[in-house]
């Protein structure tokens, strides 16, 4: 399985970007596709996931209500809206997927991406 995200930028804050990510290398129909994201000097943390089936998410405090995961089963990708961003929402964000159920932990995903950084100015 491979994941390639892209869409990374800088905004200034109040902003959007729509971040996507691609997925190739195998039918990911039963799979839980999250973002995450890494800041310089901290650990990665979840963002938000969504399943591929029934399409249910979940998304970290610090982000609901400002970004909406979403999927396209036919084009195999997983999109992160992001609005009204703001300078702590500045990281490296990450796609990821996981065989098994739903998880909010990093460590319990089975397939990355690359990266793309988001830079939001002050």
């Known amino acids: 399985v491979q994941l390639q995200a892209s869409g990374g930028g800088l905004v200034q804050a109040g902003g959007s970007l729509r971040l996507s990510c691609a997925t190739s290398g195998r039918t990911l129909s039963t799979y839980v596709m999250g ?52 300078p702590e929402d500045t990281a490296v964000y990450y796609c990821a997927a996981r065989r098994s159920g739903p998880s909010s932990w990093y ?16």
């Open 35 to 86: 973002w995450f994201r890494q800041a310089p000097g901290k650990e990665r943390e979840f963002v938000a996931y969504i399943s591929w089936i029934g399409g249910s998410t979940r998304y970290a405090g610090s982000v609901k209500g400002r970004f909406t995961i979403s999927r396209d089963n036919a084009k195999n990708t997983v999109d992160l809206q992001m609005n009204s961003l703001k």
């Open 107 to 122: 460590v319990e995903y089975d397939y990355w991406g690359q990266g793309t950084l988001v830079t939001v100015s002050s």
